[in-house]
T-cell receptor, first 117, second 113 residues
Framework: GAVVSQHPSWVICKSGTSVKIECRSL??????MFWYRQFPKQSLMLMAT?????????EQGVEKDKFLINHASLTLSTLTVTSAHPEDSSFYIC?????????????FGPGTRLTVT | AQSVTQPDIHITVSEGASLELRCNYS??????LFWYVQSPGQGLQLLLK??????LVQGIKGFEAEFKRSQSSFNLRKPSVHWSDAAEYFC???????????FGTGTRLTIIP
């Protein structure tokens, strides 16, 4: 089946620094990828839709200048958390969309645990 | 706008007992419905999905779900749970032509011996 990887799986950074998270579709091409954020014991909240070769579409309330998304190829999307603060600590999950028959299906990465100190 | 409600935050079931996790959705037309499972610190794994046709869908790991349009429900069931089924379960809905998934708040399943 379709596999999506994320790197790193966990990262600790100091407040004020930036951190980049990679999301890769390993065995398929994904024109569309999604970035989610999940707080402890809560559901996934969609942050943005990443489209290959174009600007990402952000959900209401998500700061596009803080969460930079780049989808430079059909297998790679990156999320950069700029000037990170402790409140940005969270579990970030990406997914990649692939056509499964006549409808699209999302395949999820294993997630990245970000801790900002 | 589409939405999903999972009324049960936490369910505890004895190993070998049957399981039903509830999911209600709100959407103006026939939605695409999904159940995902998440183990601690992990991403999501798709258990099953409904797009059209037979309203009883079979998934992996012995799970099944039934789409009931009259009740706007898509409940997940398993006849006999195993200790390895302990995890967080999320129901999700995608509207036709709207590529975004909307997730419920999740149900945490605990299995007792």
């Amino acid at each position: 089946g379709a596999v999506v990887s994320q790197h790193p799986s966990w990262v600790i950074c100091k407040s004020g620094t930036s951190v980049k998270i990679e999301c890769r579709s390993l065995d398929f091409q994904a024109t569309t990828m999604f970035w989610y954020r999940q707080f402890p014991k809560q559901s996934l909240m969609l942050m943005a839709t990443s489209n290959e070769g174009s600007k990402a579409t952000y959900e209401q309330g998500v700061e596009k200048d803080k969460f930079l998304i780049n989808h430079a190829s059909l297998t790679l999307s990156t999320l950069t958390v700029t000037s990170a603060h402790p409140e940005d600590s969270s579990f970030y999950i990406c997914s990649a969309r692939e056509l499964a028959g006549v409808v699209y299906e999302q395949y999820f990465g294993p997630g990245t645990r970000l801790t900002v100190t | 706008a589409q939405s999903v409600t999972q009324p049960d935050i936490h369910i505890t079931v004895s190993e070998g007992a049957s399981l039903e996790l509830r999911c209600n959705y709100s959407y103006g037309a026939t939605p695409y419905l999904f159940w995902y499972v998440q183990s601690p610190g992990q991403g999501l794994q798709l258990l099953l999905k409904y797009f059209s046709g037979d309203t009883l869908v079979q998934g992996i790991k012995g799970f099944e779900a039934e789409f009931k349009r009259s009740q706007s429900s898509f409940n997940l069931r398993k006849p006999s749970v195993h200790w390895s089924d302990a995890a967080e379960y999320f129901c999700a809905v995608e509207g036709f032509g709207n590529e975004k998934l909307t997730f419920g708040t999740g149900t945490r399943l605990t299995i007792i011996p």
